[in-house]
């Protein structure tokens, strides 16, 4: 009896019908997929083919096999009940770094445990053995003030203003990618750690071994693909609010930046711009001469980003086209409406090709062909009314079985049309993003989130998984979206702080639905969206504005430096907002912080993020001394100390020296 044999590179092992493969797959890293009486699936939600692979080393036993590629090794063993199969992975020098969870004996647990579902799929549930000593790090973007994920649950589904991105980064020395676009859960339990599928074909994840975090990220990296380079505009400051409804507000923002002399690189215009949502186009009673408007925005030297939704209203002028030709998210049970916003709204289906190419026709001709170079993608989940994920089908199959791929096919449209319209230089801000969704030219953004410290600390959180779960691209509202007052101090004092924090991220922007607002209403007497209070730096009061300034003018400083930092994200894509420990993983304390960063290698980052607060403890990593920006002060890492920050200021320190043109500038 034979349970193992090499099938194309790769370990295969068979019994009572499952099939399991191990196949190297990128640097130091193997692919795992098994089966129910099936072939096992070429098919490939997140990773892509290695373009350069070495044959792995196999060694077949009659009850165990191993295969190794470079610093990793998985042991695949016949358990004597049942003759269940238990992996273990290895690192180079022998420790285990994850294995599966053992079938216990006579408890016959299953380690791949699939429940057949009606129409061939399966639901799916994947069990390794938990080792409480680790911590991880990833998975994308959710609203919590945690660093270690460890003991967390989370939803493998995406929301406003979650992302769920299934890749994390262990401290034992691996990375760990869910190569599933299922919607599901992830248990990070003490005992054991499960991955569930609500339905799929078949288990696949890949898993690689690392010295650092640096290696284990720049090989996930190589299997996922990696971003563009960031365009020059993409390095300053962007100006938006909710929302600039008419073409004369546009422009008079634009000429009061210009007349004080303030560089703005990019300014948006939010939703709502159109008549009917999947109209594609600007409103002519709002937007008269949107071509001309364009061409002053270019000649002040500032980008105009419009925002894009993919929702499509039952009287748009395009949605009975798009339902005849089958362009369109379907319901399984009830009605075609899928959110309920200004009138009755389905989604364009941006996993269909076909429906990819005849969105960007209307974009390209109702905007592209304008002078617009750059897009805001909003809606990205997709939002759905009511998240019933089981009640929706794409054209790449049932959304509880695909439908965390939906953002990214969603930048995809618009990045693969903006290249085959010649545009080289592409950079789309974007509400939710999957593995896969940096190749696209994807910045992310965290959603509609609320104006509080608490909100805030969570958006620092945020930033440094989504750069450890591959999107390099990431930003946030300056001073939140909702319930922000423009006219109260206690918010003023919350976006300097947040604007301060906002000049470190990798795209600095502001946004937020400012309250009061104020109605508008058509020529016609329709209620049209509202337009939130003033939300421009000169808005705040006469204290904030000469910080504010001076931020922006800091973020002009920073140019050079970020785009670096953006040239490593493009070739060996690593994040831009990093955790201590990327950079000083022998430091333990580096795996605990949750309030402070480096951006790039040289500036530590520690944002004012509680009310009223003038000072703050900082922890500074050993293995480097650093520089107080503020004061020019040098001190010795390894050690925390109070800081001051009147609100002028945040700490901000610069690791040897090596970035001394920010000294006495913050």
């Known amino acids: 009896m034979a349970f193992f044999e090499r099938e194309d590179r790769g370990l295969l092992f068979r019994e009572n019908g499952e099939m399991v493969l191990v196949s190297p797959w990128g640097r130091d890293g193997l692919r795992v997929r098994a089966r129910i009486l099936e072939e ?31 610093r990793i090794r998985a042991r695949l063993a016949v358990q004597p009940w049942g003759r269940a199969l238990q992996m273990t992975f290895y690192n180079e020098k022998g420790e285990v770094l994850l294995q599966e969870i053992p079938n216990g004996g006579a408890l016959q647990k299953k380690a791949r445990a699939f429940r057949a579902l009606p129409g061939g799929a399966f639901s799916l549930k994947a069990s390794f ?16 003030e945690r660093m270690d994920l460890k003991g967390c649950s989370l939803e493998l589904a995406h929301r406003n203003s979650q992302a769920s991105v299934p890749f994390y980064i262990s401290s034992l020395g691996y990375g760990f990618l869910w190569n599933n676009a299922a919607v599901g859960e992830v248990h990070f339990g003490l005992n054991t750690t499960e991955w569930t599928s609500m339905a799929t074909r078949q288990l696949d994840y890949w898993i690689t071994a690392g ?39 546009v422009l008079d923002i634009a000429r009061e930046y210009r007349r004080r002399e303030i560089p703005v690189d990019v300014l948006v215009i939010d939703y709502y711009h159109w008549p009917r949502c999947g109209d594609w186009r600007f409103d002519e009673e709002y937007f008269p001469a949107p071509k001309e408007m364009v061409r002053e925005l270019h000649e002040l030297g500032i980008e105009t980003m419009v925002s894009i939704w993919p929702q499509v209203d039952w009287r748009s002028e395009n949605y009975e086209e798009m339902k005849q030709q089958g362009l369109l998210v379907k319901s399984n049970t009830g009605l075609d409406v899928q959110m309920l916003f200004h009138g009755n709204n389905v989604f364009m289906d941006a996993t269909n090709p076909r429906t990819r190419e005849y969105v960007w026709e209307k974009c390209r001709k109702n905007y592209a062909d304008l002078g617009i170079r750059t897009f805001w993608l909003d809606e990205a989940e997709p939002e759905f009314t009511t998240y019933d994920f089981d009640n929706y089908r794409y054209c790449a199959g049932p959304v509880a079985e695909i439908g965390n791929i939906y953002p990214r096919e969603y930048a995809r449209l618009f990045y693969e049309g903006q290249r085959a319209n010649g545009q080289e230089d592409i950079v789309n801000l974007i509400r939710c993003a999957w593995a896969g969704s940096q190749r696209y030219g994807a910045l992310v953004w965290s959603g509609d989130i609320m104006s509080t410290y608490e909100d805030f600390r969570k958006q620092i959180c945020a930033g440094i998984h989504m750069g450890i779960a591959g999107i390099p691209w990431w930003t946030t509202d300056i001073g939140g979206f909702h319930g922000g007052v423009t006219a109260d101090p206690d918010f003023r004092e919350l976006l300097v702080r ?18 009061p607002v104020e109605q508008i209403v058509n020529q016609a007497g329709e209620v049209r969206e509202n337009t939130g209070a003033d939300n421009e730096i000169w808005s705040f009061g006469e204290e904030a504005y000469p910080i504010l300034v001076k931020f922006i003018r800091l973020r002009e400083k920073m140019r050079d430096y970020t785009r670096e930092l953006m040239r490593e994200a493009h070739e060996k894509g690593t994040p831009v907002m990093r955790a ?3 950079e000083f993983p022998e430091d333990a304390a580096c795996w605990d912080l949750t309030d402070e960063y480096l951006y790039g290698p040289d500036l530590l980052i520690a944002p004012i993020c509680h009310p009223h607060g003038t000072s703050r403890t900082v922890y500074l990593p050993s293995g480097a001394w650093w520089v107080n920006a503020a004061t020019g002060e040098r001190v010795a890492g390894g050690q925390s100390l109070t800081v001051d920050a009147p609100l002028s200021t945040l700490p901000v320190f610069v690791r040897d020296g090596r970035q001394a043109w920010i000294i006495g500038e913050v």
């Open 40 to 70: 096992i699936g070429e098919e490939s939600a997140a990773l892509l083919a290695p373009q350069e692979q070495d044959d792995a080393v196999i060694e077949i036993g009659e009850m165990e096999a191993t295969i190794t590629n470079g």
């Open 129 to 144: 053995v938990s080792n409480p000593k680790e911590k991880l790090y990833g998975m994308g973007q959710y609203q919590q």
């Open 211 to 249: 010295d650092t975090p640096a290696q284990i990220e720049e090989a996930y990296a190589e299997v996922t693909g990696k971003t563009p380079m960031m365009p020059e505009y993409g390095l300053g400051f962007w100006q938006c609010k909710l929302r600039y409804y008419n073409q004369e507000q």
């Open 498 to 515: 947040w604007f301060q924090f906002g000049t470190f991220c990798p795209v600095m922007r502001i946004h937020g639905c400012r309250q």
């Open 580 to 582: 201590l420990f990327y």
